[in-house]
């Protein structure tokens, strides 16, 4: 068992005896108000990734985005006091969860404007913390920390996390959503200091079962622990098959085929899926994988397409003079080349051109956009159009691609989104920088409201107030797989093993083929309709 340090003793002594007491500081300290932000930001650009209008990818195309998807590469920084989300007479706002039994307790940590205050983790609740992750913001901290004072993981920052002997809470059973910048922020009390001579570290071994070409140009050795700047670099990558027995981890991507070779007990063995449950292989095998690294947030490892983080939690909106529906003069725009999705996308995207200005370009269309002009067709977004369609060829639980981050709030349009959950794209995206199909109940009453803000440039401009206030995150995947596996053993028995991951990856209600606001009408969508293979 191990030993409960004195600041743990005393921690559950005070909420023992004091727990009227601790519950009012919790009150004031996790549930006070946010202060609206007023402050500004120079918005920082970079160049997007080239925008895509296929659903499916090619081999250069998946290795791409699988360089970005590791933390090769990310998109923009955006621009943007705390608002909800559209509401309408069909809308259903988002439920508070319940709070659940405390999971961790930590002590803050790093720089802050208030005396020491304990950080109080649920599984369903998270307060405002600071980018260290330790300390809490206090209910009227709504400055926007400089370049220099940002999470190292973000653009010119240099903030890194320190070894601490209380752990952050990382593992899905700690704490509920991605865990990103928790994994960034964690050093394990259990992960080496690097030694003076880097040959003398020991290091733990990361095979690539699949080879690493698939991974985007990722190379076998240290590099890439090195490169990336990752606190905990202890980690070699291998390629080599030979090398299982010895090897700490285990990473299968995209395709399984079980191994002729057994999982030693210390082993960790990880199932990496780029793509939906719809379009990936059914699992037979029970209790043979350990992690999971999905777009889905109760993955091990989150591997999302993008991440955005706010520099300050308090600040989600910033005020700017600037009107992003001058000079636009056409309102909806869509590129695609797959006509065939199942969830209905492209008949919905017609029925709404009955009501207003719907321009689609690509083989479902009447307009077209060559590939070799294909970045000239995507800046019309940031001139000519107001509204983008970033519908997925899915609709499956927290399933977000690059047609909504990059297509979409990659320019300077609003996106209107079909696939994943209303939920799933509040929790993903920045505040109020979106509009959900599932909020009307029609296509025609989602044109109504559309032309409502295509002639109100004041209300057009609210969605995006969010740019300035944060930016898409690096999310340095291998790093995160480092630090993680040199923290296993912390971990309860119960939950270091996967017994169904078939089920958890695609069990009832995680795809439908309609809209999820009709449950009576749409059908979900069942293992029995998915091909098997290997």
Known sequence: MRRLSPRRLFLLL?????????????????????????????????????????????????????????????????????????????????????????????????????????????????????????????????????????????????????????????????????????????????????????????????????????????????????????????????????????????????????????????QVWMLYLLECPLHTQIFHQKHIFNWTATYRSDSTIVAPYERWQYYNENVKRINENKNYAENKTKQVAWFVSNCGARNGRLQYARELGNYIGVDIYGACGTKKCPRSEQKRCFSMLNTDYKFYLAFENSNCKEYITEKFFVNGLGHDVIPIVMGARYEDYVKASPEKSFIHVDQFKSPKELAAYLHELDSDDEKYNEYFQWKGTGEFINTKFFCRVCAMIHDTQRRPSQYRSIANVNEWWRGDGTCVSGSWNQKSSYEEISSDDIPEEG
């Open 14 to 266: 005070v909420c023992g005896v004091s727990s009227v007491f601790l519950l009012v500081n919790i009150e004031q300290h996790v549930y006070g108000g946010a202060g609206a932000g007023t402050g500004s930001s120079a918005q920082q650009q970079t160049e997007a990734p080239a925008p895509s209008s296929e659903d499916v990818l090619s081999a250069s195309q998946e290795e791409n985005l699988s360089r970005k998807l590791t933390g090769q590469s990310n998109i923009h920084s955006g621009k943007a006091e705390e608002v909800k989300h559209i509401s309408k007479p069909s809308q259903t706002d988002e439920k508070t969860e319940p709070t659940e039994t405390v999971t961790s307790l930590s002590t803050s940590t790093g720089k802050s404007n208030s005396n020491e205050a304990t950080v109080v983790y649920s599984k369903k609740t998270r307060p405002p913390l600071h980018l260290d992750r330790r300390t809490l913001l206090g209910k009227d901290d709504t400055v926007l920390p400089d370049p220099e004072s940002r999470a190292w993981y973000m653009k010119g920052g240099s903030l890194f996390p320190h070894r601490d002997s209380e752990p952050l809470p990382v593992w899905p059973e700690e704490l509920s959503g991605d865990r990103i910048p928790e994994q960034l922020m964690y050093i394990p009390e259990t992960s080496p200091e690097e030694e003076n001579e880097p040959s003398q570290t020991p290091l733990k071994k990361i095979l690539l079962w699949n080879g690493a070409s698939s991974w985007g140009g990722i190379k076998p050795g240290r590099g890439v622990f090195l490169k990336e700047k990752c606190p905990v670099s202890s980690c070699v990558i291998s390629s080599n098959r030979q090398e299982s027995e010895s090897s700490d981890l285990i990473l299968f991507k995209d395709h399984f085929s079980p191994p002729a070779i057994k999982r030693s007990p210390n």
